[in-house]
């Protein structure tokens, strides 16, 4: 899977961008504030419909701009296809079109032009709250399991009915009406993320020989987000007082968990902040491999800021396996070493929101 041609208008302090980048790496490299990350949220928009920075599609927008819009061409080498994608932004209106037609769900987007993002945000992966660990699972379940989307919007649908019930100080009836499908979308979410988190353990475990440094292998702990030894139709029932008192469900897989043990402790407590950040990529590249387990091919990976904090045989293994996977890589730089970097296939300089393609 890879984009063939990207057209950028409005987005941040971007100028009017178009490329045509390569299939392998692609390196964008300048001074901070000159548009790199600007052209790697773009691509977001495409595949998601927001940025991997911020979650509102607004806060992108081009200063003295109300609009924006980001077009591209996405190949599909399994199924031998083309598809056309586009995303604008006016007014208080989204439109998201695939081969010219109007779409209703964005998920519909991050089919078909599917992106993992690597950033200074990924650390919170290891030191961050469980809401960007449960993103991680799920990210990797959309895209693998047919039918987890179905199951989490059932379960995303009980949620917010049980939850509206008890801010309205509803009868434990009409609370309770909610329990069932709660649980039985719940126990079957809690399900797939468990075996996820085996299969990612065991993909960890790969890379850290690969690179011979298991220093920074943690042991995965999923926490299903209610007590072990109960079913969530139990726990749901025995926590309606504190759900009450909350005035929100208080125990399901939305509060689930993995916790990242070295040793007795977890890893945000004992890695340095460069271990920290090796495992969050790793964790991504784990989320390439399994997507590419899967389809056959790789997703489009987007590379803010190559990290100074790895050392030379960890940069070496990170862009080996890059290659081996055969994914687009959108990789930014503030320093044009596309030259020391393994199998860069195309370099741009990136300059006061002006992107030019560098041929040596």
């Known amino acids: 899977m890879h984009l063939t041609r990207l057209d950028v ?48 599609i607004t806060t992108i927008i081009a200063n003295e701009n109300d609009q924006l819009t980001v077009s591209g061409a996405v190949t599909d080498r399994l199924r031998e296809t083309n598809t056309t994608v586009g995303i604008s932004r006016e007014k208080n209106s989204t439109i998201a079109r695939i081969d010219g037609q109007n779409i209703q769900r964005l998920s519909e987007l991050a089919v078909t032009v599917p992106s993992v993002a690597i950033s200074a945000k990924n650390h919170e992966l290891v030191e961050g709250g469980p809401g960007e660990r449960r993103v991680f699972l799920d990210w990797i379940l959309f895209h693998v399991e047919l039918n987890y989307i179905h199951i989490s919007k059932r379960y995303k649908t009980a949620l917010s009915q049980r939850n509206a019930a008890l801010r309205s100080h509803a009868p434990d009836k009409l609370v309770e009406l909610w329990n069932g ?42 926490r299903q987000g209610w007590a072990e030894g109960f079913t969530l139709a139990e726990s749901l029932e025995k926590s309606l007082d504190n759900c009450r008192r909350l005035a929100t469900t208080s125990t399901g897989p939305h509060r689930a968990d993995i916790k990242l043990k070295v040793g007795s402790n977890e890893a945000r407590y004992v890695h340095s902040r460069g271990q920290q950040k090796l495992l969050a990529i790793l964790l991504k ?35 080996a ?11 930014t730089g503030v320093d044009d070493v596309s030259k020391t970097i393994q199998g860069v296939n195309k370099t741009f300089h990136v300059k006061q929101g002006e992107i030019e393609n560098v041929v040596y």
């Not at 797939?192 to 960890?204: A, G, P, T």
């Not at 790969?206 to 042991?219: C, G, H, I, R, S």
């Not at 290659?323 to 990789?331: D, G, I, P, W, Y």
């Open 321 to 331: 396996y890059l290659q081996s996977c055969a994914v687009q890589v959108f990789l």
């Open 9 to 56: 208008l409005g987005v941040r302090n971007l100028l009017s961008v178009h490329i045509e980048p390569a299939e392998g790496i692609n390196y964008f490299y300048g001074e901070n504030g000159a548009g790199k990350t600007s052209l790697l949220e773009a691509i977001s928009l495409l595949s998601v419909g927001r940025s991997f920075r911020s979650g509102k």
């Open 285 to 319: 590249l784990v989320q390439v491999d399994l997507y590419t387990q899967h389809h056959q091919q790789a997703p489009i990976l987007l590379f803010d800021d190559l990290p100074s904090e790895l050392d030379e045989r960890a940069r070496d293994f990170v862009f």
């Open 181 to 222: 499908e709660l649980a039985e979308a719940g126990e079957a979410i809690a399900g797939l993320r468990r075996n996820l988190c085996e299969r990612v353990q065991l993909q960890l475990n790969n890379f850290a020989e690969k690179m011979d440094n298991t220093d920074v292998l943690p042991q995965l702990q999923y």
